[in-house]
């Protein structure tokens, strides 16, 4: 694997900090996308789906099915070592959901984003 462009890769480092060390949901960082990149992320859904309907949709689908095991599990982490050791100091929590947003409008990744980023 090789890293991409700087920017992607404090992005990368972002997520961790965001979900592993802080406990962001993804509802969070959806919210924070929508503000940051107004328009450009206006198909970004902002709700969860409950545990008990994912756990009735895997009965039928076996993709859902590899989710169960970590639904309501709690991952704690840290990026201390990384911290202390690397002297990674990672970048705002907006700032990083921004980017992340702005970088996969401007591949065109998102459905509809390749017309707008040509």
Same mark, same amino acid.
């Given at each position: 694997?090789?890293?991409?462009?700087?920017?992607?890769?404090?992005?990368?480092?972002?997520?961790?900090?965001?979900?592993?060390?802080?406990?962001?949901?993804?509802?969070?960082? =959806?919210? &924070?996308?929508?503000?940051?990149?107004?328009? &450009? =992320?206006?198909?970004?859904?902002?709700?969860?789906?409950?545990?008990?309907?994912?756990?009735?949709?895997? #009965?039928?689908?076996?993709?859902?099915?590899?989710?169960?095991?970590?639904? *309501?599990?709690?991952?704690? *982490?840290?990026?201390?070592?990384?911290?202390?050791?690397? *002297?990674?100091?990672?970048?705002?929590?907006?700032?990083?959901? &921004?980017?992340?947003?702005?970088?996969?409008?401007?591949?065109? #990744?998102?459905?509809?984003? &390749?017309?707008?980023?040509?």
């Amino acid at each position: 694997m090789i890293p991409g462009p700087d920017e992607e890769v404090k992005v990368v480092n972002w997520i961790y900090q965001a979900f592993i060390s802080e406990g962001k949901s993804e509802s969070e960082i =959806a919210k &924070a996308l929508k503000t940051r990149l107004g328009a &450009a =992320a206006r198909r970004v859904p902002t709700r969860q789906v409950p545990n008990w309907l994912v756990r009735m949709f895997a #009965l039928i689908d076996p993709a859902a099915q590899q989710i169960v095991p970590e639904l *309501g599990k709690s991952k704690n *982490g840290s990026g201390e070592k990384a911290r202390r050791l690397l *002297g990674w100091a990672p970048r705002s929590r907006e700032d990083a959901i &921004a980017a992340t947003g702005e970088s996969l409008v401007r591949l065109g #990744l998102l459905k509809d984003s &390749a017309k707008k980023a040509a």
